[in-house]
């Protein structure tokens, strides 16, 4: 009697430790399992690139009224209202229109600032690569400056290309001035080549020249 009460009793105290055992292991899984919550930079940085996307996707396959809702409203008061922009928008795509063969521009995003309300602004990079016939593979570096007024939701563009530096206060006049914009360039692969042998002829002749300069040392007797 008293080796069954025994068991019993040792029974109990196993099945109450594998439950306190489990029921632990459930809490720690269900609280590894649960992702963090995403920041608001986060949230703002891959919102901002995927609307960019979307403008340069639209400008690529002239889908002019996609790029029309996402650009700036500001920008066409600058222009004498939609038409105007649209028209000059228009204009520029088909002064140097992508040919065939040619891939959609890559973007990158490069500064992204909060003015500690629901108002976030960024500077993407835009990246075309094309082919010049006289100078080969060709590299057009311009800018768009985003704007979200949703806490980095929802985004709205300009192409800085498309207009001097000083005139982005006029088309965009919130924007924020300490953001820095940069100059958009054109970068030719052969006169990257040519600098890079420059540079690395420099490099040889410098290590000749030290070569030349190291002192001898003397054999010992």
């Known amino acids: 009697m008293i080796q069954t009460t025994k068991r019993i009793v040792t029974c109990t105290l196993l099945f109450c430790l594998s439950g306190i055992v489990y029921a632990q292991d459930q809490t720690a ?9 995403e920041s608001d930079t986060a949230i703002a940085t891959r919102n901002a690139l995927r609307f960019a996307d979307s403008l340069v996707k639209a400008d690529f396959y002239t889908d002019w009224n996609t790029y029309m809702n996402l650009t ?7 222009y004498g209202g939609k038409e105007g922009f649209k028209e000059n928008a228009v204009a ?25 309300s629901d108002q976030w602004q960024c500077v993407v990079e835009k990246v075309r690569e094309k082919w010049d016939e006289s100078r080969g593979k060709v590299k057009v570096y311009t800018y768009l400056v985003g704007e979200s007024n949703d806490n980095g939701l929802n985004w709205k563009f300009i192409d800085a290309s498309h207009n001097s530096l000083p005139n982005i ?8 001035t300490t ?13 990257v080549a040519a600098q890079q042998a420059a540079e690395e002829a420099v ?5 000749t020249q030290a070569k030349k300069k190291a002192p001898v040392k003397k054999a010992t007797k």
């Open 29 to 37: 899984t269900s609280t590894t399992d649960q992702p963090l919550p």
């Open 179 to 191: 953001m820095e914009i940069p100059e958009g360039k054109t970068v030719y692969e052969d006169e």
């Open 203 to 207: 490099k040889a002749n410098q290590a």
């Open 72 to 78: 700036c409203t500001s920008a066409f008061k600058f």
């Open 92 to 116: 520029i795509h088909y002064r140097d229109e992508p040919k065939s063969e040619e891939k959609m521009p890559k973007t990158k995003l490069l500064h992204l600032m909060n003015d500690n």
């Open 169 to 176: 206060i006029y088309i965009l006049p919130s924007v924020f």
